[in-house]
Every structure is written in C-alpha cells, then in structure tokens.
C-alpha cells in the first residue's frame, strides 16, 4: 500500500513538473532590459538598478542621466533622457544660464608689451583686463566704449580697445580683453566692470541672441592673484577640430582615440612657469572627473591636450572616454598669468 501511493506521489510530481516547465515559454523573463542599459521596464529586483526605464529602447536614456545645460545635446533633443518627466529646458538640469560675466581680471597694470600693438594701435605700456563671459559674443557687437572700468576711488575709464584676441576660433568668443588705463594697483585698483551699452550673444548660442546692456561685475581679481578656471565646456562634435596643426588655433585633438573634447577656460591668459606653452608636462596634472557607470564619480587624465598658444586662456583635453564629465581639477603652482602669478589649486564645473 506504501509503494503504491509513493509510486502516485512520484507520478504526480512528474505531471507537475512537466506542467510547470511546458508553461515557461509564456512565463514573463526575470528582467525585461530590451536595450542593455541596466534598467527595466517593469521594474524588476533581478535588474541590475531597480529603477523603471522610460524608455526601454534606447540605452542611452534612463533614470539619473546627467543633463547639462550648456550646448548639450541631450538638452534640445526632444527627450526625457534622464526619465524624471521633464523635457530639454523644462528639465531643471537642462534650463540655460542667465548671461553674466563670469570674471574680470586685472591682469597687468601699465605692463602690456610692445607685441600687445598687433591687437590695440597704443597697447604699449597699457593695464590689460580679461573677461570672461557665460556666453558667446557676436564680435561684430564688440566695442570699447560698451564697458566703463571703474576704480575703487571711483575713477571712471572707457577702454581704448576690446578684443577676442587671442581667442581666434570662432568657438572662443568668450574671452573679451579690455586694453586701457584702469587704475592703479596699489592705490586705486579697478573694483568694477560694467556693461553700458548693447552687447549681444552669438544668434545660435543657448537662449539665441542676448543683450548683455547693463550687466556688472563687482569682483574684479586683483593683480597679484594667480590664474584659475573659470569655466569648462564639452565641445560639440563639429567644434572638434581633430587633427588640425595649425599654428593659429593650436592645433586640435588628435584623429584616433578622442571621443569627446572637454574646454577649460582660464579667468586669463596662462603658460608655463618658463613661459612656453602648455604640453604634456601639465597635461598629466590636469584630472577631469567623470560620471562613474553605476552612480558615483571617477577620475581621469587626458590623453592629449590641443589649442596650445602661448598666453591663451583656453585648453581643449581630449579624453579617449566617453563618460559624462563633470569637473575639471588642476594642482597649484601648474601655470602662471602675463605677470608671472602661479595658479591656486583650481577646479570648475563642466556644462
């Protein structure tokens, strides 16, 4: 009798389990991650993060994906990428920048060099003070009487000149170099910058064409300040500018190995503690901070480093990584400004 039912109770356990794996074809999968990117849709423990996917077909779109507000791609192309409901400008990550000047530097007082007469016809001799804009600057816009200078005993100057250079590509027109007499820097320093008539943005930059007409900066860095960064942006692919060994913009990332080109912008003109241009010996020091795949933040150095003309204020770091950066941090003492100022310990975020 005991045989018996044991025999049934095996039988059973057979019909069971034949039952059981014939229905497993229809059977939902433990984790449904059409596109690869670690997230589901539904969301699911056996998923490697336990987030729902808004869009399940495109890897590159899932919770938490850093947007950036500036040339971004990712925000004005019509989708959520980092599903928190929100598209392009309507993502708080994404809204642009109100234009501002980002940083006035008295940078040599009565101290420009006879070379300074290719930029401004008088420049011998004179203070130079570069600013540093949020924004593009349509250099058709540009003149010397849109900025008055003002000293800390309220002495009013206009500058004899204004110019990009030398920022020479068009991707460069941030920079402006006020060229004039703004004070002295012992006595009566410079202590305002202001924008007194119509200045604007470049049409196809973010926000479209802007008047900066009455903007001001308060903070003017003071002579013996040393360089520091100011601002950082990814390049657009059609700025890149790879393999180019052009003496006028300092030639470009190379062809093989770049993926993404990050610029650093000094608040001025920088070279090496010698006076050549930078090369390879800062560009180890240079870390750009990355967004690490499954959260958290990495470090990385730059491969290459491109636009290396001697006193620029801009950098391109050519990175053979394709993950988001998000911070560029440089060790003091790397660089120094026209008056020979090493640099602090500098970092700057990445738009």
């Given amino acids: 009798m005991f045989k018996k039912n044991l025999i049934a109770v095996w039988i059973g356990i057979l019909i069971l389990s034949g039952m059981f794996l014939m229905g497993q074809e229809s059977w939902p999968p433990l984790c449904t991650d059409l596109d690869g990117d670690g997230y589901g849709d539904p969301v699911s423990l056996f998923c490697p993060h336990h987030e729902l996917d808004c869009d399940d077909s495109d890897a590159e779109i899932y919770p938490g994906r850093i947007e950036t507000p500036y040339y971004d791609l990712l925000c004005n192309d019509g989708e959520d990428n980092d599903c928190d409901g929100y598209v392009d400008d309507g993502d708080e990550g994404?809204?642009?920048i109100e234009p501002q000047i980002l940083s006035a530097f008295f940078g040599l007082d009565n101290a420009l060099p006879t070379n300074a007469e290719l930029l401004c016809t008088g420049a011998t001799g004179q203070d130079?003070?570069?600013?540093?804009?949020?924004?593009?600057?349509?250099q058709s816009t540009l003149q010397p009487d849109?900025?008055?200078?003002?000293?800390?005993?309220?002495?009013?100057?206009?500058?004899?000149c204004a110019t990009l250079a030398p920022g020479w590509e068009e991707n460069e027109d941030r920079s402006i170099l006020l060229i004039g007499e703004f004070g002295n820097a012992?006595?009566?320093?410079?202590?305002?910058?202001?924008?007194?008539?119509?200045?604007?943005?470049?049409?196809?930059?973010?926000?479209?064409p802007q008047d900066l007409n009455g903007l001001t900066m308060e903070e003017i860095t003071p002579l013996e300040a040393g360089p520091f960064l100011v601002w950082a942006e990814v390049l657009r692919e059609e700025e890149w500018d790879l393999g180019s060994t052009s003496i006028w913009t300092g030639g470009g990332c190379p062809q093989?190995?770049?993926?993404?080109?990050?610029?650093?912008?000094?608040?001025?003109?920088?070279?090496?503690?010698?006076?050549?241009?930078?090369?390879?010996?800062?560009?180890?020091?240079?870390?750009?901070i990355v967004e690490a795949e499954g959260g958290g933040t990495e470090e990385i150095i730059p491969f290459a480093i491109a636009d290396l003309i001697v006193n620029d204020n801009n950098q391109d770091l050519c990175l053979d990584d394709s993950r988001q950066p998000l911070r560029i941090e440089v060790p003091a003492g790397l660089v120094?400004?026209?008056?020979?100022?090493?640099?602090?310990?500098?970092?700057?975020?990445?738009?």
């Fill in 256 to 288: 093989a190995g770049t993926l993404q080109v990050v610029r650093s912008v000094w608040a001025g003109g920088v070279t090496k503690p010698n006076g050549g241009p930078i090369d390879d010996v800062e560009r180890v020091q240079f870390r750009v």
């Fill in 146 to 160: 849109d900025f008055l200078v003002i000293t800390s005993n309220s002495e009013v100057h206009v500058p004899l």
């Fill in 128 to 138: 130079g003070m570069p600013i540093v804009m949020s924004h593009e600057i349509d």
């Fill in 186 to 208: 012992d006595i009566d320093p410079p202590a305002r910058v202001e924008i007194v008539s119509s200045l604007w943005t470049e049409a196809d930059g973010p926000g479209g």
């Fill in 336 to 351: 120094v400004d026209p008056g020979g100022d090493l640099n602090p310990a500098t970092s700057v975020d990445v738009y």
């Fill in 94 to 96: 994404c809204r642009n």
